[in-house]
C-alpha cells in the first residue's frame, strides 16, 4: 500500500458499534474521534444499516449525473434546506471532502470570471490539487508536487492564542484582518479576487476558533468587492459545533458551503456543495463525477439527517459539549501542560505548551499523551503542532463522554509524572 498514508497510531480496526471499536488483538478501545470525524452518528448506527440495506437491494448504482434517481434529489432538497441563506439553491455531488471543495473553486471561478483566490494559513481543504493549492497547513503536503494552482493568496488566520502579529485579543485592533485590506491596497487587485475560503474553525491545525467579531468583518469585505465566501464545514458541519453549520456561530450566511466526512455517517462517500442557484449557474458538462452522490451515499446520508432530527444531534452536542468543555477546563488548572482549552459542541481541543510563559509547543509530551490514552482504551487525535483533538460522536452517552475524559485525564497526568 502507499507509504504516503499518515498512520499515525498503531489501531487494527475489526469492528465498532455507538463509540467504540474493538481492535483484530480483542481490545475495545472508546473512540473520541468519531472515526475521524465522520461517524457523528457512531459506529454501526442501526437504523443507517437498514437504509443501506433496503437501498442495496433495490439499485446500488446508476449515472447519477447523466440520468436521474430519487434519492439524489431528495437529498439535495434536504440540504438546500438545512443551509443557511432564504434563496434558491443548488447542490453538486461529489464523493469527498477534496471534490467538494474542488467544486467551489472552480464553481467560484465560472461563476466571477475572476482568477484569484484567498485562503488562509494553517488551512486543510484535502488533497487534489486545487484543494492543496488553498491549503498551507504543512509544507510536506506540497513537497515536490509544484506547479500548484495559481493565483492563491494566504492571510493570516485569526489565532488568537498564537497572534501571528503579537497581539493580544481583545485590543488587538484585528491586524490580521487588516492585513487583508492592506495586501489589497499593494498586492492584488480585488476585482481579480472570486472567493475568500475559510474553514469556520481551523481543523486539522487543532480546532482554531476566530474571534466573534471576525467573520461579520469578513463577510463586509467580500459584499463590498464581491468576493464569494466559501465555507469549509467539512469538518465542522452537520451539528458538530452545537449549530447546523458553524458559521451560524457568526452569524454570517457563506455564499457556498461545502460538506463531506459525516454526511453519510461513514456508511459510504460522498462530499456535497450548496450554493445559490444564482452562483451555481455553470453549463452542463462543466463538472460531474460518475460516483459524485451515488444512491447507497445518499440513502445514508437521508437516513442520518432524519437520526440528528429525532435524536435531537444538534442541541445535544451544544450541551455535552459544555459539559466536556468545562470538565477539560478543569483539567487544565492542575495541569502544567495544558496552555488552551477551547471548543465549540463536541469539537474540542486542548493545545499543550511546555512552558505558560513563552507558550513554547509540548510537542512530544502532546504524543505521549495520545499514545498513553491509546494504552488506557482511548483514541484522540492530534491537530496542528501540540494540540489534541477531541470530537465524540454525537450520539455519545454522559457516562461515556464523562468515562473518556477521564481515562484523558489519567493519560496526561501519567505524562505529566514522567517528563
Ligand atoms: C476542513 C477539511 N476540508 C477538507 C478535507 C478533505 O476531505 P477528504 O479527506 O474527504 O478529501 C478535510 C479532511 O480532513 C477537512 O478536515
Not at 73 to 95: D, H, M, Q, S
Not at 137 to 158: D, K
Not at 355 to 370: C, S
Request: charged share 25%.
Amino acid at each position: 500500500m502507499s507509504p504516503s498514508y499518515t498512520r499515525t497510531e498503531p489501531i487494527v480496526a475489526k469492528e465498532g458499534w455507538g463509540c467504540y471499536v474493538r481492535d483484530v488483538d480483542g481490545n475495545v478501545l472508546l473512540d473520541l474521534t468519531s472515526g475521524m470525524f465522520v461517524l457523528n452518528y457512531g459506529y454501526s448506527h442501526p437504523k443507517l444499516i437498514r437504509a443501506v440495506e433496503r437501498q442495496a437491494t433495490k439499485l446500488t448504482h446508476f449515472a447519477g449525473t447523466d440520468f436521474y434517481y430519487e434519492a439524489q434529489v431528495e437529498l439535495a432538497e434536504r440540504l438546500v434546506a438545512i443551509t443557511p441563506g432564504k434563496f434558491a439553491k443548488r447542490v453538486y455531488f461529489g464523493n469527498s471532502g477534496a471534490e467538494s471543495v474542488e467544486a467551489a473553486f472552480k464553481c467560484a471561478r465560472w461563476h466571477t470570471r475572476r482568477p484569484r483566490m484567498i485562503a488562509y494559513t494553517g488551512a486543510f481543504h484535502g488533497r487534489t490539487f486545487g484543494a492543496m493549492s488553498l491549503s498551507s497547513m504543512n509544507a510536506l503536503h506540497h513537497r515536490y508536487f509544484a506547479p500548484l494552482v495559481p493565483g492563491v493568496s494566504f492571510m493570516p488566520y485569526p489565532y488568537c492564542y498564537r497572534c501571528p502579529f503579537g497581539q493580544s485579543y481583545p485590543g488587538c485592533d484585528f491586524l490580521c484582518f487588516e492585513f487583508i485590506r492592506e495586501y489589497i491596497q499593494k498586492v492584488i487587485p480585488p476585482e481579480e479576487v472570486a472567493a475568500v475560503i475559510t474553514e469556520p474553525i481551523q481543523g486539522g491545525s487543532g480546532y482554531i476558533i476566530p474571534p466573534p467579531e471576525y467573520y461579520p468583518m469578513l463577510k463586509e469585505l467580500c459584499e463590498k468587492h464581491d468576493w464569494l465566501f466559501i465555507a469549509d464545514e467539512i469538518q465542522t458541519g452537520l451539528g458538530r459545533t452545537g449549530e447546523m453549520f458553524a458559521m451560524k456561530h457568526w452569524k454570517v450566511v457563506p455564499d457556498i458551503v461545502c460538506i463531506a466526512k459525516a454526511l453519510a455517517g461513514g456508511m459510504a462517500p460522498i462530499g456535497a456543495t450548496i450554493t445559490s442557484a444564482k452562483i451555481m449557474d455553470w453549463e452542463p458538462g462543466a463538472h460531474a463525477s460518475t460516483f459524485g452522490g451515488n444512491l447507497i451515499a445518499c440513502a445514508a446520508a437521508l437516513e442520518g439527517l432524519n437520526i440528528l432530527e429525532k435524536q435531537k444531534l444538534v442541541h445535544r452536542a451544544a450541551e455535552l459539549g459544555k459539559l466536556a468543555l468545562k470538565r477539560l477546563q478543569e483539567l487544565a488548572e492542575g495541569s502544567r501542560f495544558i496552555g488552551e482549552v477551547r471548543g465549540k459542541g463536541l469539537l474540542l481541543a486542548v493545545e499543550m505548551i511546555k512552558d505558560g510563559r513563552t507558550k513554547e509547543r509540548a510537542i512530544k509530551e502532546r504524543n505521549a499523551v495520545v499514545r498513553e490514552a491509546l494504552n488506557r482504551g482511548l483514541i484522540v487525535f492530534r491537530g496542528g503542532r501540540s494540540v489534541i483533538r477531541i470530537a465524540p460522536p454525537l450520539t455519545i452517552n454522559r457516562r461515556e463522554l464523562e468515562l473518556g475524559l477521564d481515562i484523558f485525564g489519567e493519560a496526561l497526568r501519567e505524562v505529566e509524572r514522567k517528563c
